[in-house]
């Protein structure tokens, strides 16, 4: 048997993004989701606000042949080019940055309706108005009906054709239906008898010409698509300001002189200049100097944070007073900037489990409108006679189904909530999230660098007989140097302040236990006293008593062993955060049960609980990192949803277990990875913002499928009954769709 060749290795799943023209409302989602999901383990979501489509697919299965199954399902595909920041080289003449064709359709949509109203108001005032009539108005009426149902609507007619050669039907197939029949029919009445109009002042109950009726839905319907595309285009604003926050050049040292380059030129490794009032071009560490920096457009913070030599800093924030130098670390698609970008994008394009129903009704619901259609026209005419009156009610039960609105309802609230949380420094991972969360009853919330600031402090040494507490504090700051924890960072740090610290060999760290190395030719073992005992050192009455009264003190203490002997406990303290107590008491008024969980002792624990205002009975003390995710799934036992706020790697697999996972963006990647709604600040304030978004968001969502579907059933059989004009529905059909634009816009002032 021969192997494979190169190109036939198995290789894993990949996700595609595709632009999609031609899309209307959510029977065309629908086609094309189905029309994709045929091929042999491809899976889609469709997005009819963005006209994008995220593709999962099989290795063996090519660009091309998704490209080609969207054109056989009526509609045209391009590969989806990645969104360029403000700074990016313009798109070339009749091209957008980042689709390629979002500009050309409102200019499009924009001329047929100036030509399609130029025609249509004449044409409704003699057709309306008796007194504006004149012999053989009719055939004027004809004349300037023809150049908006062939001109004006032809974008509609177009779909619908489409659609048809594929048979399957759409929202374009009832508008196309309905400006269509309204013109055939009076165009054959009026060639039938000539003299029809050949008097004046004549009432619509006194000839059968619907011209007016074509013209006046079609010009509608075009005016509603306008607005709603405009709509639309600033429903996505959020995302655009947000990539072109970035610096558009850097001054970077090269050879010992400066050079200002395009910000995209950047490599990593560069070493860049900013001074005071300019942007940082991309993230990287500050190498010289000292200034403050603001980074409230990506997190939402006011005031500006104080950095120096050492400290890493995000592209696209602000250098508000000294000059520094920075080595560039991250570029391009790496850095912070446009991972928010990639978020906020991909939650926009999924889907939301709310979003099927409309799908799965969107699927029959236009055979099923037409099917009506004309089962109103037989009964209307073979009960009354009355050819007219059969006619306007089928048309308007056309007209007036349209599911347009159904079609935008859930991702245009999704774009406008998603995108204004970016706005905020709050991503939103995806459209399951806002499900989650409605069902949230408690939240966890790690203690350090989540209710604390993270910066521990030494409060002091108390060593045994025989050994001074700067002597011990020396021994445990070498070994704890090499550490990265908190707390040995702050053992390390007030251990140098006494001088140059002795080195450290054979270096080892158990996390949530502590640290051990060889210094000066002794065993040190630092940190908790069951990590002591686990490495020999017998811990006595005295080495108990002082532990338990730092402990009481409130401090975080630990201990320290030479030579498998205790020698003394060091004290170091969190400090809470400014916002934390108020922002914890927001979460309790939403009626959140909420839990501190901290790999501290008991009484540290509680004293800060006691602080912020949660209850000692809602204290995890002694957690270790490891059993982190296991104390959230028993919460999960007791049929809690349950939430978990963290930063650290530690926090990682509590936050993947937890029903909703939230990572404080000041936390490592590896946190902000495993969780399902990002906060680019610091703040607890963020996390109530991230729940109240989440749940106005779908609420919105509710509120226009709520409108959608209210608005077809009770719109539909109104029309049957002949209770509603054509021109009404059809002024009707294309409102609904731009207040549901409107209402998701409202959004945007949330949190203001």
Same mark, same amino acid.
């Given at each position: 048997?021969?192997?494979?060749?190169?190109?036939?290795?198995?290789?894993?799943?990949?996700?595609?993004?595709?632009?999609?023209? !031609?899309?209307? =409302?959510?029977?065309?989602?629908?086609?094309?989701?189905?029309?994709?999901?045929?091929?042999?383990?491809?899976?889609?979501?469709?997005?009819?606000?963005?006209?994008?489509? @995220?593709?999962?697919?099989?290795?063996?299965?090519?660009?091309?042949?998704?490209?080609?199954?969207?054109?056989?399902? !009526?509609?045209?595909?391009?590969?989806?080019?990645?969104? @360029?920041?403000?700074?990016?080289?313009?798109?070339?003449?009749?091209?957008?940055?980042?689709?390629?064709?979002?500009?050309?359709?409102?200019?499009?949509?924009?001329?047929?309706?100036?030509?399609?109203?130029?025609?249509?108001?004449?044409?409704?005032?003699?057709?309306?108005?008796?007194?504006?009539?004149?012999?053989?108005?009719?055939?004027?009426?004809?004349?300037?009906?023809?150049?908006?149902?062939?001109?004006?609507?032809?974008?509609?007619?177009?779909?619908?054709?489409?659609?048809?050669?594929?048979?399957?039907?759409?929202?374009?197939?009832?508008?196309?239906?309905?400006?269509?029949?309204?013109?055939?029919?009076?165009?054959?009445?009026?060639?039938?008898?000539?003299?029809?109009?050949?008097?004046?002042?004549?009432?619509?109950?006194?000839?059968?010409?619907?011209?007016?009726?074509?013209?006046?839905?079609?010009?509608?319907?075009?005016?509603?698509?306008?607005?709603?595309?405009?709509?639309?285009?600033?429903?996505?604003?959020?995302?655009?300001?947000?990539?072109?926050?970035?610096? @558009?050049?850097?001054?970077?040292?090269?050879?010992?002189?400066?050079?200002?380059?395009?910000?995209?030129?950047?490599?990593?490794?560069?070493?860049?200049?900013?001074?005071?009032?300019?942007?940082?071009?991309?993230?990287?560490?500050?190498?010289?100097?000292?200034?403050?920096?603001?980074?409230?457009?990506?997190?939402?913070?006011?005031?500006?944070?104080?950095?120096?030599?050492?400290?890493?800093?995000?592209?696209?924030?602000?250098?508000?007073?000294?000059?520094?130098?920075?080595?560039?670390?991250?570029?391009?698609?790496?850095?912070?900037?446009?991972?928010?970008?990639?978020?906020?994008?991909?939650?926009?394009?999924?889907?939301?489990?709310?979003?099927?129903?409309?799908?799965?009704?969107?699927?029959?619901?236009?055979?099923?409108?037409?099917?009506?259609?004309?089962?109103?026209?037989?009964?209307?005419?073979?009960?009354?006679?009355?050819?007219?009156?059969?006619?306007?009610?089928?048309?308007?039960?056309?007209?007036?189904? =349209?599911?347009?609105?159904?079609?935008?309802?859930?991702?245009?609230?999704?774009?406008?909530?998603?995108?204004?949380?970016?706005?905020?420094?709050?991503?939103?991972?995806?459209?399951?999230?806002?499900?989650?969360?409605?069902?949230?009853?408690?939240?966890?919330?790690?203690?350090?660098?989540?209710?604390?600031?993270?910066?521990?402090?030494?409060?002091?040494?108390?060593?045994?007989?025989?050994?001074?507490?700067?002597?011990?504090?020396?021994?445990?700051?070498?070994?704890?140097?090499?550490?990265?924890?908190?707390?040995?960072?702050?053992?390390?740090?007030?251990?140098?302040?006494?001088?140059?610290?002795?080195?450290?060999?054979?270096?080892?760290?158990?996390?949530?236990?502590?640290?051990?190395?060889?210094?000066?030719?002794?065993?040190?073992?630092?940190?908790?006293?069951?990590?002591?005992?686990?490495?020999?050192?017998?811990?006595?009455?005295?080495?108990?008593?002082?532990?338990?009264?730092?402990?009481?003190?409130?401090?975080?203490?630990?201990?320290?062993?030479?030579?498998?002997?205790?020698?003394?406990?060091?004290?170091?303290?969190?400090?809470?955060?400014?916002?934390?107590?108020?922002?914890?008491?927001?979460?309790?008024?939403?009626?959140?049960?909420?839990?501190?969980?901290?790999?501290?002792?008991?009484?540290?624990?509680?004293?800060?609980?006691?602080?912020?205002?949660?209850?000692?009975?809602?204290?995890?003390?002694?957690?270790?990192?490891?059993?982190?995710?296991?104390?959230?799934?028993?919460?999960?036992?007791?049929?809690?949803?349950?939430?978990?706020?963290?930063?650290?790697?530690?926090?990682?697999?509590?936050?993947?277990?937890?029903?909703?996972?939230?990572?404080?963006?000041?936390?490592?990647?590896?946190?902000?990875?495993?969780?399902?709604?990002?906060?680019?600040?610091?703040?607890?304030?963020?996390?109530?913002?991230?729940?109240?978004?989440?749940?106005?968001?779908?609420?919105?969502?509710?509120?226009?499928?709520?409108?959608?579907?209210?608005?077809?059933?009770?719109?539909?059989?109104?029309?049957?009954?002949?209770?509603?004009?054509?021109?009404?529905?059809?002024?009707?059909?294309?409102?609904?769709?731009?207040?549901?634009?409107?209402?998701?816009?409202?959004?945007?002032?949330?949190?203001?």
């Amino acid at each position: 048997m021969t192997s494979p060749a190169p190109h036939e290795t198995r290789a894993e799943p990949r996700t595609v993004e595709l632009d999609i023209q !031609g899309m209307t =409302c959510a029977s065309c989602v629908n086609r094309v989701e189905r029309k994709l999901g045929k091929l042999p383990g491809v899976s889609a979501s469709v997005n009819l606000p963005l006209e994008t489509a @995220k593709v999962q697919v099989p290795a063996d299965i090519s660009d091309e042949t998704l490209i080609s199954t969207v054109a056989a399902a !009526g509609y045209t595909a391009s590969l989806k080019q990645p969104a @360029k920041p403000a700074h990016a080289d313009h798109a070339g003449p009749g091209e957008e940055d980042h689709g390629g064709h979002e500009h050309l359709v409102p200019e499009n949509l924009l001329r047929r309706l100036i030509v399609s109203s130029v025609f249509t108001i004449p044409l409704f005032i003699i057709s309306m108005i008796p007194g504006a009539q004149f012999p053989h108005w009719g055939w004027v009426a004809f004349a300037l009906a023809t150049p908006v149902v062939f001109y004006g609507a032809w974008p509609f007619h177009k779909a619908a054709a489409i659609n048809a050669r594929h048979f399957a039907s759409t929202m374009d197939t009832l508008v196309s239906l309905g400006v269509l029949a309204a013109y055939l029919f009076s165009a054959i009445q009026l060639i039938l008898d000539p003299q029809m109009t050949a008097h004046t002042g004549m009432s619509m109950s006194e000839h059968a010409l619907y011209f007016e009726t074509a013209g006046v839905v079609a010009t509608l319907l075009l005016l509603g698509r306008f607005l709603e595309h405009r709509a639309k285009s600033s429903a996505s604003d959020a995302l655009k300001s947000l990539l072109s926050l970035g610096a @558009k050049d850097a001054v970077v040292l090269r050879d010992g002189k400066e050079a200002r380059i395009p910000a995209e030129q950047v490599q990593v490794g560069d070493h860049f200049v900013v001074r005071p009032g300019e942007k940082i071009a991309t993230d990287g560490v500050v190498v010289d100097g000292a200034s403050a920096v603001d980074t409230s457009l990506l997190t939402g913070e006011s005031v500006p944070q104080k950095v120096g030599a050492g400290d890493e800093v995000t592209g696209a924030t602000l250098n508000t007073s000294g000059r520094l130098v920075i080595e560039a670390t991250r570029i391009g698609s790496d850095t912070t900037l446009a991972q928010m970008g990639k978020l906020v994008s991909e939650a926009q394009s999924g889907k939301a489990p709310i979003a099927r129903l409309a799908d799965r009704i969107s699927a029959v619901f236009v055979p099923i409108v037409l099917a009506i259609a004309v089962l109103t026209f037989a009964i209307w005419f073979f009960t009354s006679g009355d050819t007219y009156q059969a006619f306007t009610a089928a048309v308007a039960v056309l007209v007036i189904a =349209c599911p347009c609105a159904l079609g935008l309802a859930t991702p245009i609230g999704l774009l406008v909530g998603t995108g204004r949380g970016a706005q905020l420094g709050i991503l939103i991972r995806g459209p399951q999230v806002l499900e989650d969360t409605r069902k949230l009853d408690t939240i966890v919330l790690d203690k350090t660098g989540t209710v604390t600031t993270g910066v521990m402090t030494h409060l002091g040494t108390e060593a045994i007989d025989g050994i001074s507490p700067d002597e011990a504090l020396m021994l445990a700051g070498a070994v704890e140097h090499h550490s990265e924890h908190p707390i040995a960072q702050a053992i390390a740090k007030a251990a140098a302040e006494l001088g140059p610290l002795p080195q450290a060999s054979g270096f080892d760290s158990d996390p949530g236990g502590g640290v051990l190395g060889m210094v000066n030719g002794h065993h040190v073992v630092v940190g908790r006293h069951s990590w002591l005992e686990l490495q020999g050192t017998v811990l006595d009455a005295t080495a108990m008593a002082m532990l338990e009264e730092a402990e009481q003190s409130g401090a975080t203490a630990i201990l320290v062993s030479v030579d498998q002997q205790f020698q003394a406990v060091i004290s170091v303290a969190d400090k809470i955060k400014d916002t934390s107590a108020k922002a914890i008491g927001e979460l309790q008024d939403r009626g959140l049960r909420v839990v501190l969980l901290t790999g501290d002792n008991k009484s540290v624990a509680t004293k800060v609980a006691a602080q912020v205002g949660i209850k000692a009975e809602d204290v995890f003390a002694g957690v270790f990192p490891a059993d982190k995710a296991k104390a959230i799934t028993a919460l999960q036992e007791q049929g809690k949803v349950v939430a978990m706020v963290g930063d650290g790697v530690n926090d990682a697999p509590a936050l993947a277990q937890a029903d909703l996972g939230i990572a404080m963006g000041s936390g490592t990647d590896v946190a902000i990875e495993a969780a399902d709604i990002t906060l680019m600040g610091n703040d607890l304030h963020q996390v109530t913002q991230a729940i109240d978004l989440s749940a106005k968001t779908l609420s919105t969502i509710k509120m226009n499928l709520f409108w959608a579907f209210a608005y077809n059933t009770a719109g539909i059989p109104i029309a049957a009954l002949g209770l509603l004009n054509p021109m009404i529905a059809g002024a009707a059909m294309a409102a609904s769709s731009v207040l549901v634009v409107l209402n998701s816009l409202r959004l945007r002032s949330f949190g203001k």
